[in-house]
């Protein structure tokens, strides 16, 4: 018959880690933490869906967003691995129990990589390809340049396809994976920010493999590769939201942007962190990413609720009932978005 004595003895555990079990507080408040997380995310990926638009959101957000979540989720799996081994001994309650923490970590990063397949799919269509430059085949309202918030000269004529190529870094991820060369460069780095994302994901996913592989969970290797993982998520953490703030406050409005999403999250954050913080060994790599990003959060929030007053109040003002989504003037809203005659609607 199995010994766990030789179970804890081979895997150097000690018996007593396993048999800790949360107390009930902390159950109750963890699983309403779990619940608490998905619903939080509901407003921004209803929002998306709705208006079938990512416009406002900022590639980077998306970008360092994914890249902290994927870490994150990494170095809490490989820091606790040993729960999943005190489970082979446990009941499938107490296992539960014990392993909450990753739970609310997985709902998290889960939430944020939907958010991010969203932003791709629904990448708002006049922003993606080039338009032609004064074509006598079409009417003017259609032949306006596209802006998107860059200067016309970086819009070049379909006559020309060969300057399609041509990016001012010098690196066009279109000629790099073989794609459509009329997409613009706003698009382009949402191709990039994509293949980025996977890229890294796999080789996360690669490289902890290997290391479980070779040397084990249990070892001084892999337990400092997740605390790279867990330091490279704070650092991404605290600029993720620097591009999104300037983009919102460039924009002068939220844009695809859910404030009852960040009014969820930015308290839950802080609770989110006392609760990893709460567990049993918790290392602090574990959680500061996330205070970091609540912290962020709370200012981009403040950011948007400003906005959105401002917007309100001229709106008032003006005598004249104006979209909350585009909430500007006809003349900035031909400056910072591409035209169309249907203007999004939100909610929210």
């Keep these: 018959m199995f010994s766990t004595d030789v179970f804890y003895k081979f895997l150097?555990?000690?018996p007593e880690k396993c048999q800790i079990i949360p107390g009930p507080g902390m159950i109750r408040t963890?699983?309403?933490m779990i619940v608490g997380t998905y619903l939080s995310y509901t407003p921004q990926i209803y929002k998306i869906i709705k208006n079938k638009t990512s416009y406002g959101i900022s590639p980077y957000f998306i970008l360092l967003g994914s890249l902290g979540a994927i870490?994150?989720?990494f170095n809490y799996l490989i820091l606790n691995y040993w729960l999943f081994d005190c489970c082979q001994v446990l009941s499938l309650s107490s296992c539960?129990?014990?392993t909450l923490g990753v739970f609310l970590i997985g709902a998290q990063t889960i939430q944020f990589l939907t958010i991010f397949m969203l932003f791709i799919i629904y990448f708002p269509r006049e922003s993606k390809y080039r338009r032609e430059i004064d074509s006598p085949t079409e009417s003017p309202e259609n032949s306006q340049v596209y802006r998107s918030g860059q200067s016309s000269s970086s819009h070049v004529s379909l006559t020309n396809p060969q300057a399609l190529l041509k990016d001012k870094s010098g690196f066009s991820v279109i000629k790099f994976l073989g794609l459509d060369k009329n997409y613009t460069v706003e698009y382009e780095t949402a191709l990039l920010v994509t293949f980025?994302?996977?890229t890294y994901f796999t080789f996360c996913l690669l490289v902890t493999t290997l290391f479980g592989e070779t040397v084990g969970f249990y070892s001084v290797y892999i337990r400092t590769w997740a605390k790279i993982l867990g330091i490279f998520s704070l650092s991404v953490t605290i600029v993720q939201f620097i591009p999104q703030i300037a983009k919102t406050i460039k924009l002068k409005h939220v844009g695809s942007l859910s404030i009852p999403m960040m009014m969820i999250q930015t308290p839950g954050g802080f609770m989110f962190v006392y609760i990893i913080a709460s567990q049993q060994d918790s290392n602090w790599t574990s959680w500061v990413s996330t205070f970091s990003a609540a912290v962020f959060q709370g200012?981009?929030?403040i950011t948007c609720l400003i906005l959105q007053y401002k917007d309100s109040h001229s709106s008032v003002s003006a005598g004249t009932s104006t979209s909350p989504l585009l909430g500007h003037s006809e003349s900035e809203e031909q400056n910072d978005i591409p035209v169309k005659k249907?203007?999004?609607r939100t909610f929210g």
Excluded: G, T
Aim: net charge positive.
């Design 342 to 344: 249907n203007r999004y």
């Design 30 to 32: 963890s699983i309403l």
């Design 71 to 73: 870490s994150n989720i």
């Design 96 to 98: 539960f129990k014990k």
């Design 12 to 14: 150097e555990l000690d």
């Design 196 to 198: 980025s994302i996977i």
């Design 299 to 301: 200012v981009l929030l």
